[in-house]
């Protein structure tokens, strides 16, 4: 079982940047793929990034790519998304998530992920 708490949402103007954090607990953190998911209001869950368990392989939205840079620290239990040059399209609430899987053509797909965050609130305004 692992749990997972992320955090450093908030609110920023256009062009800004910000950090969240995903601190896991439970289990090896490095055995796990980590992905970042993200859903506004009226809209379906969607990807944004997501980053192998050892090797640091990383994927990104295209969206976010150039944007965004996913990141862990696995002796820390933590991982990151850093947002650069926000838009307010960016606004969502941000989900961490951690999967046994390793990494492959289905990280982008919520469902393959065993464990969720709880979510933070993202706001961009223009």
């Known amino acids: 079982q692992v749990q997972l708490v992320d955090s450093g949402g908030g609110l920023v103007q256009a062009g800004g940047s910000l950090r969240l954090s995903c601190v896991a607990s439970?289990?090896?953190?490095?055995?796990?793929?980590m992905g970042w998911f993200r859903q506004a209001p009226g809209k379906e869950r969607e990807f944004v990034s997501a980053i192998s368990g050892s090797y640091g392989v990383t994927s990104y939205a295209d969206s976010v790519k150039g944007r965004f840079t996913i990141s862990r620290d696995n002796a820390k239990n933590t991982g990151y998304l850093q947002m650069n040059s926000l838009k307010p399209e960016d606004t969502a609430v941000y989900y961490c998530?951690?999967?046994?899987?390793?990494?492959?053509?289905?990280?982008?797909?919520?469902?393959?992920?065993?464990?969720w965050g709880q979510g933070t609130q993202v706001t961009v305004s223009s």
């Open positions: 998530a951690a999967r046994r899987r390793g990494p492959g053509p289905s990280w982008s797909e919520g469902l393959s992920y065993d464990y």
């Open positions: 439970g289990r090896p953190f490095s055995s796990y793929v």
